[in-house]
């Protein structure tokens, strides 16, 4: 429920303009019966609010995804930066600032100025007023890229908080060395959730270092699957996704279809109204197993198909 209600957050804060929007009251957001605790828009393009929910107990940052050109240009910015605001690098230990590498026009996006400070802020003082209350972090697209850095350095500076990240159509962010230190935060977890062959989630490519970061919740049309980390572990017995599916470049046939996908009001729908109707089948309980694998491979030991028969010489 937590996960279809932050859909809708993505969505609304599209059209929240201020801290006392209509949405709250009779738009798409009253019958959550949320409080906005702050709101905060500048020339950069970058917009977020926190809210508190008394009925689900959480504190939810939330950030608007790319709405203008100024946002795309922030976008584009694919060149990698140290993550986190500047004054902060010499805090890290010095393998993470040497290693850890981010998309710099998210990393501008977030840190910038003082923005993180008024964000930080304005979290710390909604934390105080709900000590016991869960903190997400989420957002659609460009807001899911933001999500993601700005609940990073939240857990990493805030290590009493347990943070989740739950978003919706994010791009790839940053390195390996980023995705290896994130993983390891003891109070983070991070759950990225990509409709179908949305094709923002396959962007920037990962030919030139990108890499995805946490548990894939891939909700595909026929039904959702959960994937461990993106790709899986072996130790774990736990397969990653598909790696055809992720490093596809769409032709002009499907691309229309790959930018349609992406469209916040399909996460918020499917969630709303597959996954909470029918969660067998469109809410994955569990990560994806080599279960499968391994009864495929025992049946085909039992009746090879004929192809592996003449290889044997058998027919």
């Not at 990698?80 to 981010?102: N, Q, R, Y």
């Not at 400070?117 to 869960?134: T, V």
Request: aromatic share 16%.
């Amino acid at each position: 429920q937590k996960a279809a209600e932050y859909a809708l957050l993505s969505k609304a804060i599209y059209r929240i303009k201020d801290q006392n929007s209509p949405e709250f009251r009779k738009g798409s957001l009253s019958k959550l019966k949320l409080k906005c605790n702050f709101f905060y828009e500048d020339n950069s393009g970058i917009g977020v609010m926190i809210v508190t929910s008394n009925i689900l107990k959480y504190v939810a940052v939330v950030f608007r995804g790319s709405d203008e050109w100024r946002d795309w240009n922030a976008n584009r910015k694919i060149l990698f930066a140290p993550f986190g605001p500047k004054e902060s690098f010499l805090k890290f230990p010095w393998v993470i600032d040497s290693l850890v590498k981010v998309h710099r026009g998210f990393n501008n996006m977030v840190f910038g100025g003082d923005r993180y400070r008024k964000i930080a802020d304005a979290l710390e003082m909604a934390r105080r007023e709900n000590p016991n209350y869960q903190v997400a972090f989420t957002g659609h697209s460009l807001g899911a890229a933001c999500s993601i850095l700005a609940g990073a350095y939240t857990a990493w500076s805030m290590p009493d908080c347990r943070i989740s990240v739950v978003n919706f159509g994010a791009p790839r962010v940053a390195n390996t060395s980023f995705k290896s230190w994130v993983e390891d935060l003891e109070n983070a977890s991070l759950w990225r959730f990509v409709y179908d062959d949305d094709i923002i989630p396959r962007l920037p490519p990962a030919f030139v270092g990108y890499r995805h970061v946490g548990h894939l919740f891939h909700l595909e049309k026929s039904q959702a699957r959960a994937y461990y980390r993106f790709r899986g572990d072996d130790d774990l017995d736990l397969v990653g996704a598909p790696e055809w599916k992720w490093n596809v470049i769409p032709s002009s046939f499907d691309f229309v279809e790959f930018c349609t996908d992406h469209r916040c009001l399909n996460y918020a729908d499917y969630l709303e109204r597959k996954s909470k109707k029918n969660p067998t089948v469109y809410y994955a309980s569990k990560f994806e197993d080599g279960y499968r694998e391994k009864a495929q491979r025992f049946w085909n030991y039992v009746f090879p198909s004929p192809n592996e028969l003449r290889e044997l010489g058998i027919v």
